[in-house]
């Protein structure tokens, strides 16, 4: 037998970008690939790369630079570039960087057997169409390198929004949902192997509406619900969502459908109409609010989360406090917080930026006051009772760790025999990043 060929992933980004990195990984398999830990130790190297700020795509190419003499020692060494950045500036990217053999855009990574093939032979490969078919469709059925008990599911990729800022509807696309009898396959197989919570992925997920097993057309709710039949799958989330998707009967799931984790990632970018309007994005500040009050009467214990950017084009001083005003009125668990940044191609590029200082110090104040809350928010849950699936080992001996039904990182003095398990943890401290807890006895 000749020895397994090995394949080194990286990746960048989004949660979406850690499931096609899976899928790619799987697709290589059967070409025979293993994957390993190192770039030092691989025979292929996949950069799965992201493109929606400036500095995720610089990582590409610094990363790139630094290959150099790997390459030099290995010429061998085969070096391809997925995701959003190849899909962007796959021409770029064989030109500038000539030890790239293979670049692929998210949406053709099925051809990549096809595509190896032409490498195998010393030719260089690039393939970022938008193909008619549905690349799931030819990908591995077999999700056996799958491992621990939390797994990601794509639903639904691309998006029809076209906010201003964003490069999503051009690298990822028009929206399209996956049919559901397929993700209830897949969920199942990923339950089979052990898997008991699943993320649901979207750039829209909330905007779901793949064919449901009765030919009908089903919403995020209804395949939740449906999802949710399946014994041994103890939990659902799903993720990123836009607030005008947030239809009544999803709204509903969350009070009624218990594998439904109360947290919630609701991305509102502004707090300023203003802004709202410039960024396109079809909302106000307060059409937000009243739907988090919604969303809260349904499941009042729900954590929520956010997006927010800071120094977008136009952005007074009286627009971001319209931002942190929001902040203070929804109360959030956690936030990411970015700084404007002008990508190529978007709308809001050719405007006026605002000064780089003054965006760094909104950018420093907001992500103070979402601290706080996110502290707030940790500490509230010393005292009470959580449910944590156990998903390693902690860093000290003796530990195990894992994630609360609100997603905060929770660690317990506790035996390996309960890794892939759901147990009751009361919760004793709150650290900066994590709770810990002692086994309820
Ligand atoms: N600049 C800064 N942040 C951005 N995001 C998307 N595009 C940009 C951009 N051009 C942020 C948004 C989005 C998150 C995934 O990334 O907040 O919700
Ligand atoms: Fe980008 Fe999300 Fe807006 Fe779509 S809804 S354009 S993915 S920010």
């Given at each position: 037998m000749t020895e397994a060929k090995k394949l080194y992933v990286k990746t960048y980004g989004c949660q979406m970008?850690?499931?096609?990195?899976?899928?790619?990984?799987?697709?290589?398999?059967?070409?025979?690939?293993?994957?390993?830990?190192?770039?030092?130790?691989?025979?292929?190297?996949?950069?799965n790369t992201c493109h929606i700020r400036e500095k995720a795509a610089?990582?590409?190419y610094s990363d790139?630079?630094?290959?150099?003499?790997?390459?030099?020692?290995?010429?061998?060494?085969?070096?391809?570039?997925?995701?959003?950045v190849a899909q962007a500036e796959g021409e770029e990217i064989m030109r500038r960087m000539p030890i790239v053999d293979l670049v692929v855009g998210p949406q053709t990574y099925h051809r990549l057997p096809r595509m190896m093939e032409a490498v195998d032979r010393g030719e260089r490969a690039l393939d970022t169409e938008f193909p008619e078919e549905d690349k799931f469709a030819h990908l591995p059925k077999d999700r056996r390198t799958r491992r621990g008990p939390t797994a990601f599911l794509t639903v639904q990729e691309g998006?029809?929004?076209?906010?201003?800022?964003?490069?999503?509807?051009?690298?990822?696309?028009?929206?399209?949902?996956?049919?559901?009898?397929?993700l209830l396959g897949e969920a199942?197989?990923?339950?089979?192997?052990?898997v008991r919570e699943i993320t649901l992925l979207g750039q829209n997920v909330n905007a779901y509406h793949g064919a449901g097993a009765d030919g009908s057309e089903w919403?995020?709710?209804r395949l939740v619900r449906e999802l949710a039949r399946i014994e041994g799958l103890d939990r659902i989330r799903y993720t990123t969502s836009h607030p005008n998707d947030m239809e009544d009967d999803l709204i509903a799931a969350h009070g009624e459908c218990d594998k439904l984790m109360p947290y919630l990632h609701l991305p509102v970018q502004s707090g300023s109409d203003r802004i709202l309007k410039a960024m396109n994005r079809k909302h106000t500040a307060e059409s937000y609010i009243r739907l988090i009050e919604r969303i809260r009467a349904a499941r009042p214990d729900l954590v929520l989360s956010g997006d927010f950017i800071v120094g977008f084009p136009g952005e007074t001083e009286a627009d971001f406090e319209a931002t942190l005003d929001l902040v203070r009125q929804v109360g959030y668990g956690s936030a990411y917080t970015f700084k404007y940044s002008a990508r190529p191609g978007t709308p809001a590029a050719e405007r006026a930026p605002v000064d780089a200082a003054e965006a760094d110090?909104?950018?420093?104040?907001?992500?103070?006051?979402?601290?706080?809350?996110?502290?707030?928010?940790?500490?509230?849950?010393?005292?009470?009772r959580v449910q944590v699936l156990f998903e390693k080992p902690g860093r000290m001996e003796g530990?195990?760790?894992g994630k609360s039904e609100y997603l905060h990182a929770v660690h317990v003095e506790g035996p390996e025999s309960l890794l892939g398990q759901i147990a009751a943890v009361d919760i004793l401290a709150s650290g900066p990043n994590s709770l810990a807890g002692r086994l309820a006895g």
């Open positions: 970008n850690v499931y096609d990195s899976e899928r790619m990984a799987e697709t290589l398999g059967a070409q025979g690939y293993v994957q390993v830990d190192t770039p030092e130790a691989a025979d292929m190297i996949l950069l610089e990582k590409l790139l630079g630094r290959l150099k003499p790997l390459h030099e020692e290995k010429p061998d060494l085969k070096i391809g570039v997925a995701g959003c998006c029809d929004k076209f906010c201003s800022f964003c490069v999503v509807p051009y690298t990822r696309g028009a929206e399209v949902s996956r049919p559901a009898p397929r199942r197989e990923l339950v089979e192997r052990g919403g995020l709710a110090d909104r950018l420093q104040r907001l992500q103070a006051l979402i601290t706080e809350q996110q502290r707030a928010t940790q500490n509230a849950m010393v005292g009470r530990q195990i760790t």
